[in-house]
């Protein structure tokens, strides 16, 4: 390769150019806009293109943050949006695999805390750290969102003719699923030759003991009710966090939820305590926040009284997590509640997807996964039984004129 073509990624200063900024316009609920304000319109036609198909503001705003990461590439190396080739798009993906993640400055509370490296567990969940980059999963992301932005663009007429982040050699052609066996998993069919591997993930769920710690730690009644419809309906954040006063029918236990992916209303079961924390909640609330069928059912503690959104309901388990040394998510919780159903042996699999929300059966299947936890103190059980089975000592010899065969049949010791 000629040496000239080649860029010092590791010298590559990218500036915090531009900002995603929340409108609160529901045909344009997030917009990029650069240094001066003025909108980036490249990415506002993209917007428009995944509104009109349906995706949700939460997506959208998934998606803006990709794009302002590229955005801020193209000023570093000096390259305009339509006529970015595949060198910058492959150096791209080098960059954002190494790059260090610009992190907001928090308010450290009382107390000493924990500093972790790259790969160090958390003491209490088990989790190893993403360290001071982007996670694997951003930066696979990242690679489909930028594909699929030029490639809108290129149908239109208004970006480049060749799409920077071409799909794989072995997957440019035929349609994607074309001899799928339907015995077999779904996997991934237009993998893009800038997409890293991505390790596969087993879902990790809280254990029981610790779940109870969580759940003393919360500190008010619509903690409590939010995170007992979390693990037992394992219904996701966004969905729980959309309902509507009209959702919830307690007599019959059961919340409605629109689902994230099909945008499908969905009743859902839940159980009994979650119903109890929320009508304990609602006495709480009354006459303090807005009645009717199409008003929110959360709202937040503070003043001025509002509804809750997905991010604040992040940081008040972020809160509960750091007063035990934790670092779980919400989403845990949906795992935890599939871990639970799954392991019910009067509940189906099937079942399990339906209250999930899965497409496929297959996304379901890796609940099936047994926990660390279980399988170690599974084996350790296995092997203090061997020990006690090895010192046992055999029995003694029949009493003259009985038959040991006869012996074995009454006492159940023949095979």
């Not at 006063?245 to 409605?256: A, E, K, T, Y």
């Not at 709202?299 to 035990?324: K, Q």
Request: hydrophobic share 40%.
């Amino acid at each position: 390769m000629n040496d000239a073509l080649r860029r010092d990624l590791a010298a590559l200063v990218v500036p915090q150019w531009g900002r995603l900024v929340e409108t609160g316009d529901r045909y344009e609920p997030y917009r990029l806009i650069d240094p001066d304000g003025a909108a980036v319109e490249p990415v506002t036609v993209y917007f428009q293109e995944l509104l009109a198909a349906g995706i949700a503001p939460s997506t959208v705003r998934s998606y803006g943050m990709d794009l302002l990461r590229w955005w801020r590439f193209l000023q570093a190396v000096d390259v305009l949006w339509d006529r970015a080739t595949r060198r910058e798009a492959r150096d791209f993906s080098c960059w954002i695999q190494e790059a260090v993640k610009p992190r907001k400055i928090k308010a450290q509370g009382p107390g000493p805390r924990a500093v972790r490296g790259a790969g160090a567990a958390n003491p209490v969940t088990g989790k190893p750290s993403t360290g001071s980059g982007y996670a694997p999963a951003t930066v696979v992301h990242s690679e489909t969102v930028l594909r699929r932005f030029y490639d809108v663009h290129r149908d239109a007429g208004t970006g480049p003719l060749l799409n920077p982040f071409p799909l794989d050699l072995s997957r440019r052609s035929g349609r994607a699923h074309a001899h799928h066996n339907p015995m077999d998993g779904w996997r991934p069919e237009r993998v893009g030759r800038y997409r890293p591997s991505l390790p596969r993930r087993i879902p990790r769920s809280i254990p029981e003991a610790w779940f109870n710690k969580l759940f003393a730690a919360l500190p008010s009644n619509r903690d409590r009710a939010l995170v007992a419809f979390w693990i037992s309906s394992g219904v996701r954040v966004s969905e729980l966090i959309g309902m509507r006063q009209r959702d919830v029918d307690p007599g019959q236990q059961l919340i409605s939820v629109v689902r994230k992916g099909s945008r499908a209303v969905q009743q859902v079961p839940a159980s009994a305590d979650a119903f109890v924390w929320l009508r304990l909640y609602q006495q709480e609330v009354q006459g303090q926040i807005a009645r009717g069928r199409t008003q929110p059912v959360w709202w937040t503690r503070r003043d001025p009284i509002r509804p809750l959104t997905y991010h604040g309901a992040h940081r008040m388990f972020e809160r509960v997590n750091a007063s035990l040394g934790a670092d779980w998510t919400l989403h845990d919780l949906r795992h935890s509640a599939a871990a639970r159903m799954v392991r019910d042996p009067m509940l189906t699999l099937s079942d399990v997807q339906w209250v999930l929300g899965h497409a496929h059966l297959s996304a379901t299947e890796v609940y099936l996964t047994p926990h660390k936890d279980e399988v170690v103190a599974g084996v350790l059980a296995h092997h203090a039984r061997q020990a006690r089975e090895s010192i046992q000592p055999a029995p003694p010899p029949p009493a003259p004129g009985y038959d040991p065969a006869s012996l074995d049949v009454l006492f159940g010791r023949s095979s």
